[in-house]
């Protein structure tokens, strides 16, 4: 086996221990994933018993309201998990043990793919939650197999994005406030969205904002298995925002962990 191969081994090996050891933390104190699991579900009942009435208005797209607000409770779910991956990084910069990482040697990268990997593992487990919720509300799943597919790759990929927006914050800052900024961030962008009502429902700037946020398209690749069949056009621009996000945010972290100093 060459030198090349022995790396990209390594790298792997590395990226997958670090995913592993957060799940392992999940497992041992279950407090830090219960947060994650109890918001989106709570935001799901508050949500569709306040909007539960616009269901019978035209043009709002169902008429069952948990077929709307489920994915997007998913939706924020997943962005907490990717702001709890960022947590538990800074959690480890804070103690120290990041800078133990930071002296090993090799490449630096797999430190960030782990994280990476771990926020979209972390993920599934609010996102699950919220689907079997609201199935047993009345939830239901027009599109079939391939809306739950949708669902869980817009969760997993946004919570990725987030995840990365956080890590950049917390490698200039390098301390747990910089979740308070992220915090702002996540509920500023999930908000100014189509998450509660039709993009046709909203007036002023409002509507302005969320035709032009990219977490709008991202719901309705989330959202149209469950409004009903899968379709391209509602796929690709959500698939789009998912990629543009993840590079742009990727190459922001990579660079501020580049520059990090142990």
Same mark, same amino acid.
């Given at each position: 086996?060459?030198?090349?191969?022995? #790396?990209? %081994?390594?790298?792997?090996?590395?990226?997958?221990?670090? !995913?592993?050891?957060?799940?392992?933390?999940?497992?041992?104190?279950?407090?830090?994933?219960?947060?994650?699991?109890?918001?989106?579900?709570?935001?799901?009942?508050?949500?569709?018993?306040?909007?539960?009435?616009?269901?019978?208005? #035209?043009?709002?797209?169902?008429?069952?309201?948990?077929?709307?607000?489920?994915?997007?409770?998913?939706? /924020?779910?997943?962005?907490?998990?990717? @702001?709890?991956?960022?947590?538990? $990084?800074?959690?480890?910069?804070?103690?120290?043990?990041?800078?133990?990482?930071?002296?090993?040697?090799?490449?630096?990268?797999?430190?960030?793919?782990?994280?990476?990997?771990?926020? +979209? !593992?972390? +993920?599934?487990?609010?996102?699950?939650?919220?689907?079997?919720?609201? &199935?047993?509300?009345?939830?239901?799943?027009?599109?079939?197999?391939?809306?739950?597919? $949708?669902?869980?790759?817009?969760? $997993?990929?946004?919570?990725?994005?987030? !995840?990365?927006?956080?890590?950049?914050?917390?490698?200039? &800052? %390098?301390?747990?406030? $910089?979740?308070?900024?992220?915090?702002?961030?996540?509920?500023?962008?999930?908000?100014?969205?189509?998450? /509660?009502?039709?993009?046709?429902?909203?007036?002023?700037? @409002? %509507?302005?904002?969320? =035709?032009?946020?990219?977490?709008?398209?991202?719901?309705?690749?989330?959202? /149209?298995?469950?409004?009903?069949?899968?379709?391209?056009?509602?796929?690709?621009?959500?698939? @789009?925002?998912?990629?543009?996000?993840?590079?742009?945010?990727?190459?922001?972290?990579?660079?501020? @962990? %580049? =520059?990090?100093?142990?």
């Amino acid at each position: 086996m060459n030198l090349a191969a022995l #790396e990209i %081994k390594h790298s792997r090996q590395v990226a997958a221990a670090i !995913c592993m050891r957060g799940m392992r933390r999940i497992k041992s104190r279950p407090v830090l994933i219960v947060p994650t699991i109890v918001m989106p579900v709570v935001l799901v009942i508050s949500f569709t018993g306040a909007f539960s009435s616009l269901t019978r208005i #035209e043009g709002y797209g169902t008429s069952n309201i948990y077929n709307w607000m489920a994915p997007y409770g998913a939706l /924020q779910g997943a962005v907490f998990a990717g @702001l709890g991956s960022v947590g538990s $990084s800074a959690d480890d910069l804070e103690r120290g043990f990041f800078d133990r990482l930071l002296l090993t040697p090799g490449s630096r990268f797999p430190l960030l793919v782990g994280t990476v990997g771990y926020s +979209a !593992c972390r +993920a599934l487990i609010p996102t699950t939650a919220v689907f079997l919720f609201s &199935l047993t509300l009345g939830m239901t799943v027009p599109g079939g197999l391939l809306g739950v597919i $949708s669902l869980y790759i817009a969760t $997993s990929f946004l919570s990725v994005v987030f !995840c990365l927006i956080g890590l950049v914050i917390l490698y200039k &800052l %390098k301390t747990q406030r $910089s979740l308070m900024i992220m915090q702002v961030i996540a509920f500023g962008a999930l908000f100014i969205s189509v998450g /509660q009502v039709p993009q046709s429902f909203m007036e002023g700037w @409002l %509507k302005v904002a969320a =035709r032009y946020n990219p977490i709008t398209n991202v719901l309705e690749l989330s959202r /149209q298995g469950f409004l009903g069949d899968v379709a391209w056009s509602t796929t690709w621009p959500g698939l @789009l925002a998912l990629t543009i996000m993840t590079l742009v945010s990727g190459a922001l972290a990579w660079r501020g @962990l %580049k =520059r990090l100093a142990p």
